[in-house]
């Protein structure tokens, strides 16, 4: 970020020449008053900006941070991409080769009905 040269202060204290056709002090002074208000406003603004920017970035460390443990911490299982359509598949073609030749001899169609 760029060196500010002028403070507040530094525009109050400035003390200009004076030559006999010059500019009306009273009106130099008046526009330096209102310079040094908008100069606080803007030191203001740039403390907040600055204390909101080091929160924000501690706030993303410590959320980056939790997903890194996060990632660490959760077991990596080798079907995890089975949905549950492939799961009532295998559930399926295991009954029918467990229970296969009970099924085939009802034909009702309803295994609710049917005893193992």
């Known amino acids: 970020m760029?060196?500010?040269?002028?403070t507040a202060k530094d525009i109050l204290q400035k003390e200009f020449s004076k030559t006999v056709r010059?500019?009306?002090t009273a009106e130099v002074d008046e526009y330096l008053d209102s310079i040094i208000r908008d100069y606080d406003s803007y030191q203001k603004d740039v403390v907040y900006l600055k204390n909101e920017n080091e929160r924000l970035i501690s706030?993303?460390?410590e959320l980056t941070k939790q997903l890194t443990l996060a990632k660490k911490n959760t077991p990596t299982t080798?079907?995890?991409?089975?949905?549950?359509f492939d799961i009532l598949k295998r559930l399926s073609n295991l009954e029918k080769h467990v229970f296969g030749s009970k099924i085939n001899n009802d034909n009702t169609g309803d295994l609710t009905q049917t005893k193992f």
């Open 22 to 24: 010059g500019y009306n």
């Open 2 to 6: 760029a060196e500010k040269n002028l």
């Open 78 to 84: 080798p079907g995890s991409g089975v949905t549950n």
């Open 59 to 61: 706030k993303v460390d």
